[in-house]
């Protein structure tokens, strides 16, 4: 199975920036299917990007267009580059591998002014 670790949480002002990071014990292959989730306090965790793959991204309606999703094979290590970020942004961001089903622990991101 699969470990992953998150970084890169923090607090930032509306309209900023962050880079989450989420690095895997072994090698993700390119069949892998990656994922970011999110949790908001007293709501479901829900999907926010995921890569298969280089090329093959999906996003979450509400982060289109500001948060991109990445794969560096060579470091074994997914990104979400965020972008305009709002106080709804706010959440424990997850990472997830489909390969066994693994989760990371989570790093916060807290939006305000």
């Known amino acids: 199975q699969v470990r992953l670790a998150e970084s890169g949480g923090g607090l930032v002002q509306p309209g900023g920036s962050l880079r989450l990071a989420c690095a895997a014990s072994?090698?993700?292959?390119?069949?892998?299917?990656m994922a970011w989730y999110r949790q908001a306090p007293g709501k479901e965790r829900e999907p926010v990007a995921d890569?298969?793959?280089?090329?093959?991204?999906n996003y979450a309606d509400s982060v289109k267009g500001r948060f991109t999703i990445s794969t560096d094979y060579a470091k074994n290590t997914i990104y979400l580059q965020m972008n305009s970020l709002k106080p709804e942004d706010t959440a424990v961001y997850y990472c997830?591998?489909?390969?066994?089903?693994?989760w990371g622990q989570g790093t916060q991101v807290t939006v305000s002014s």
């Open positions: 997830w591998c489909s390969r066994g089903g693994s």
């Open positions: 072994g090698t993700i292959f390119n069949f892998d299917t």
């Open positions: 890569i298969t793959g280089a090329r093959n991204t």
